[in-house]
């Protein structure tokens, strides 16, 4: 397979009175086409703020973003106008990203207007029926408006709308959270459904682990704007090498009855995000950080084939 995205140190900085908040702070990784990469970690680690930098729906402070291989770092109008064809987006909260004033016919058929992808009223119609057939919305539902139908057939629209312009490429920042489950179930059967169809590529941004090891192959676990691990999806469950890894992994709670699994409760404050230390920012809550840990950042590194972990008591704590 080829990689289609590759990110290079990317940074987003935002201005605050204190000082400047690292909410993305030198994060590198690649995903091949056709494949699905779940980005991980708590609120405000920087997941979501990364996929609208790569997107441009923010300005990146700092870095280079690769798609198919030439650099979209600091694209013109022109070309991000271009660039949306083969990126798009579908958001976490089905309801406030699409226009309550529009039909779902409409909504969903806003991006053939903008591109002009349509020769004729009748072969408008045809796709825009076509994009709610392959999203599982039916054609009753046409003329409906947002506010009529439940959060399941909200998200579909916005699945629907991100597949008119036929993208390569989809950020999906936690697109089933504000669903119930059984919808949240319904919504990532689609989604591996289409990238089946239509070999699409997913960023999969998510807090809920369990839908990360559903529907990724490869994990990313973000802390405080940094990766701290990235490996493939088995590997990562099989084996987590980083204490913060572990301890996320461990609140994951078990369908099997008596049996527990062994919780790691971490201790200590949060480090600030805005100017932060050239040290770890796990290191207040770390049980192993040591001086080092407090005086020097350390660096993402391959401790596994495959297995990259940012952290320098790695190889102790793992006995490796």
């Known amino acids: 397979m080829s990689t289609l995205l590759q990110v290079k140190h990317l940074k987003k900085y935002f201005p605050t009175k204190s000082g400047l908040l690292h909410a993305v702070d030198n994060v590198s990784f690649s995903i091949e086409e056709g ?9 405000g680690c920087g997941k ?5 930098v790569i997107l441009h729906l923010l300005p990146a402070t700092e870095g280079q973003i690769l798609f198919d291989g030439a650099d979209i ?16 987006m579908v958001f976490q909260d089905p309801y406030s990203s699409i226009n309550p004033r529009q ?18 009223r009748d072969e408008y119609n045809r796709r825009v029926r ?6 599982g919305l039916p054609e009753r539902y046409e003329h409906s408006y947002p506010h009529e139908l439940d ?3 909200r998200q579909r629209i916005g699945i629907g709308r991100a597949l008119a312009l036929n993208p390569r490429f989809i950020v999906c920042d936690e697109p089933v959270s504000a669903l119930d489950v059984s919808i949240q179930a319904q919504i990532l059967n689609l989604m591996m459904d289409l990238q089946d169809e239509l070999n699409l590529t997913y960023i999969f941004v998510t807090h809920d682990l369990s839908v990360v090891k559903h529907i ?13 691990e990235n490996s493939s999806s088995k590997e990562l469950f099989g084996r987590q090498l980083h204490p913060y890894t572990k301890a996320l ?19 200590g404050e949060l480090a600030s995000p805005i100017e932060p230390p050239k040290a770890c920012r796990f290191a207040p809550r770390c049980p192993y950080a040591d001086a080092r840990c407090r005086s020097c950042e350390p660096e993402l590194e391959e401790v596994l084939p495959g297995h990259f972990v940012a952290c320098h008591q790695v190889r102790e704590i793992n006995n490796l």
Request: positive net charge; aromatic residues 2%.
């Open 73 to 88: 770092s600091n694209p013109t109008k022109a070309q991000l106008h271009n660039l949306r064809r083969n990126m798009q």
């Open 35 to 43: 494949r699905t990469l779940g980005v991980v970690g708590e609120s």
């Open 216 to 228: 990724s192959d490869d994990i990313m676990v973000m802390y405080l704007g940094v990766v701290v």
């Open 48 to 52: 979501s703020t990364l996929g609208r």
């Open 151 to 153: 959060g399941g057939r």
């Open 249 to 267: 992994l461990s609140a994951i709670p078990r369908a099997k009855l008596g049996v527990r699994r062994n919780r790691i409760l971490l201790k």
């Open 103 to 120: 039909s779902v016919a409409e909504i969903i058929g806003e991006p053939l207007k903008v591109y002009k992808m349509c020769k004729s």
């Open 130 to 135: 076509e994009l709610m057939d392959i999203v």
